[in-house]
């Protein structure tokens, strides 16, 4: 997708429609993309939030946060490599810190590649802090996994979610909205 082309990008809830433009994303971002099963599970499970972006109507990047106790765990964000570089990850991630606040969690955690340097930074940004290691944990390249926290949502870090802006470029849609405090 050439950026001569984008027009409005929307941030909205993701439905089962997404499926198939969601695998597509996958396909372009990781080696080894999730089964239509466990993608179809990632939007219909519950206590979930799954958000995508769209560009003139098509799907270019997504995300989803599980919800346990008073923890969310961010199960994937992925953005197309012809969208990447836009802010749109920032979006996707904000999006997710600002759903887990709204569903009362304390903390948000995930895992990432451990040689996955733009991620890290992106995360860092947010205030993600390595806790731990879990080694081999991407069973397509052996790669170990970095294991991030957020910090504590309710002290402090809740405040500084809510007075973060999302890209200029990118829309809201009215769901999305109600997520901002």
């Given at each position: 997708m050439a950026e001569s082309t984008v027009g409005v990008l929307m941030l909205r809830l993701a439905t089962a429609h997404d499926v198939h433009a969601i695998m597509a994303v996958d396909r372009a971002v990781y080696p080894t993309p999730w089964s239509e099963g466990m993608t179809r599970d990632q939007l219909s499970g519950p206590a979930r939030a799954h958000v995508v972006i769209e560009a003139d109507g098509v799907v270019v990047a997504h995300a989803g946060v599980l919800f346990m106790a008073d923890e969310g765990h961010i199960s994937t964000i992925a953005v197309h490599?012809?969208?990447?570089?836009?802010?749109?990850?920032?979006?996707?991630?904000?999006?997710?810190?600002?759903?887990?606040?709204?569903?009362?969690?304390?903390?948000?955690?995930?895992?990432?590649r451990s040689g996955n340097d733009a991620a890290m930074a992106l995360y860092r940004r947010f205030g993600l802090?390595?806790?731990?290691?879990?080694?081999?944990?991407?069973?397509?390249?052996?790669?170990?996994?970095?294991?991030?926290?957020?910090?504590?949502?309710?002290?402090g870090?809740?405040?500084?979610?809510?007075?973060?802006?999302?890209p200029e470029q990118v829309a809201l849609s009215q769901e999305i909205e109600r997520l901002n405090p």
């Open positions: 490599p012809d969208m990447q570089r836009r802010g749109l990850a920032s979006a996707l991630l904000l999006a997710l810190l600002r759903a887990a606040t709204a569903a009362g969690c304390r903390a948000v955690t995930l895992e990432v802090a390595p806790a731990g290691v879990r080694r081999g944990y991407y069973a397509d390249t052996g790669e170990d996994a970095l294991v991030l926290w957020s910090p504590d949502l309710v002290e870090y809740a405040e500084r979610v809510a007075e973060m802006n999302y």
